[in-house]
């Protein structure tokens, strides 16, 4: 059984597929509140790093992990940091860039992951470069984004023509639970019958998309619980057409959307609700970036089902926050996966919605 969990991994940009399983070992381990360290340094001549690996374990969607790391000059020479510098722009760094550590001396490096607001591990890497030293060190952070319900697996494999399968839904605590829908329509649950079956704290469930026609696939399959805070559990799908097919002009407007999908608590018709969505820069850092690929005008509902409207955009180094009003203006209650749209002076692109609407 997996933790339903992030990998950041983004649907683009600093792209790993960022909901990688957690399997089920990981997520018991990493079940406690505070971060464990390795015991043992990543060698570098006679530089070191200590703890080369802080993992952070279970963690909330949407929090700052923030981590201390140790850099040892043990030399007998002064020696100046050349750069500090992240895998991944979901991390930030204390600046070390050109800082001394004298010959047997220590200096301290802080770092800050972000982790995602949907399921899955993330992982990111700091590598530390010396003047003279080609070698860099190599220290990793690493944690599990962990939703109220587990999940087995913690991601939709629709590739290589697979069109169907089978997921696990369980309570951690063994409580019963609903599961009110899958993508709005009536669960096809195995060996479980809603009309006269109890609730359980296990469910399997199927999924097929043997009649979604080419180019339709959703980038996510969303199963609606009646869990006070876990209305929606997200799977990411993973197929040829939900990955970098499924934004063709990335590159060419310079920017992507962090996570594609906004999660918000229960909503109620004609209520508006102001919710945040992020951009990111796909030009590297310390690099030229093209003008206007931050310059958000307008967030807007692709269906007239839903109003959408940008209260305001701010940027945050490579990244852009924007906080929109969203409102379900036609529901009959129950799932919605609203496709909405952001536009920049460099072009638009697609986010969703998804959420619980009461009647």
Request: hydrophobic share 40%.
């Amino acid at each position: 059984m997996t933790w339903i969990s992030f990998n950041t991994s983004r649907v683009v940009g600093c792209f790993t597929m960022w909901l990688a399983a957690a399997s089920m070992l990981h997520a018991q381990s990493a079940t406690q509140s505070s971060a464990t360290q390795t015991a043992s340094p990543i060698q570098n001549s006679q530089f070191t790093i200590t703890p080369p690996l802080i993992d952070f374990g279970v963690v909330k969607p949407g929090s700052q992990q923030q981590g201390k790391f140790i850099i040892h000059n043990g030399s007998t020479k002064t020696v100046r940091i050349e750069s500090a510098f992240p895998s991944c722009k979901c991390t930030t760094l204390s600046d070390l860039a050109n800082k001394e550590i004298p010959a047997g001396g220590d200096i301290e490096l802080v770092a800050s992951l972000d982790a995602p607001g949907t399921p899955g591990e993330k992982d990111a890497k700091v590598f530390v470069t010396f003047a003279g030293n080609d070698q860099p060190l190599i220290a990793r952070m690493k944690g599990v984004v962990q939703f109220p319900l587990l999940v087995d697996p913690a991601f939709i494999d629709a590739l290589k023509g697979k069109t169907h399968g089978v997921v696990e839904i369980s309570s951690p605590n063994k409580a019963p639970f609903h599961i009110l829908s899958c993508d709005g329509v009536a669960p096809q649950f195995v060996d479980f019958d809603p009309a006269k079956d109890p609730a359980r704290a296990r469910y399997l469930l199927r999924w097929d998309f043997s009649m979604v026609p080419d180019g339709k696939l959703q980038q996510w399959w969303c199963v609606e619980t009646d869990v006070k805070d876990c209305p929606i559990l997200p799977f990411r799908i993973r197929h040829e057409s939900t990955g970098v097919r499924f934004d063709p002009k990335m590159d060419e407007r310079r920017w992507f959307i962090t996570e594609s999908i906004v999660l918000p608590d229960r909503l109620t018709l004609n209520k508006p609700v102001d919710l945040e969505v992020e951009i990111e820069s796909t030009i590297g850092r310390g690099k030229p970036q093209p003008a206007g690929w931050d310059a958000v005008r307008a967030v807007a509902s692709i269906n007239p089902a839903f109003t959408a409207q940008m209260i305001s955009s701010k940027r945050v180094g490579d990244r852009v926050h924007v906080v929109f009003r969203f409102t379900v203006v036609k529901s009959s209650g129950g799932f919605v996966y609203a496709p909405l749209e952001i536009s920049t002076d460099t072009g638009s692109a697609r986010f969703f919605v998804a959420a619980t609407v009461a009647p």
